[in-house]
Nanobody, 122 residues
Framework: QVHLVESGGRLVQAGEDLRLSCAPSGTSISYNAMGWYRQEPGKDREFVVGISWNSVSSVYADSVKGRFFISKDISANRLYLQMNNLKPEDTAVYFC???????????????WGQGTQVTISS
């Protein structure tokens, strides 16, 4: 059984940087593709970024390209999302996910944590 715990979200001002962490249990990130999604109240969960199992490939939503960067720390079994130059439209609850990466596309699995709130003030 896969459990996911996201952390690091907080209130920041536009233009600031923030790093989110994901601590999975029940699986090793070294063998799995993983990704980040986000969700605003009343809206569907939105794809942000996915990374292949070996970190060779990644794919980003157009809205975050050049600003957000995904990475894995294999020894610590942690997934990170570095978010730079944050904008008000980045405000959302952020979720990590274990899924599949194939042909340049990330496909999420069915396990979700409780997420971490990121709020960017104007």
């Amino acid at each position: 059984q896969v459990h996911l715990v996201e952390s690091g979200g907080r209130l920041v001002q536009a233009g600031e940087d923030l790093r989110l962490s994901c601590a999975p249990s029940g699986t090793s990130i070294s063998y799995n593709a993983m990704g980040w999604y986000r969700q605003e109240p009343g809206k569907d969960r939105e794809f942000v970024v996915g990374i292949s199992w070996n970190s060779v490939s990644s794919v980003y939503a157009d809205s975050v390209k050049g600003r957000f960067f995904i990475s894995k720390d294999i020894s610590a079994n942690r997934l990170y999302l570095q978010m730079n130059n944050l904008k008000p439209e980045d405000t959302a609850v952020y979720f990590c996910n274990v899924g599949d990466y194939y042909a340049g596309k990330y496909r999420h699995g069915d396990s979700w944590g409780q997420g971490t709130q990121v709020t960017i003030s104007s």
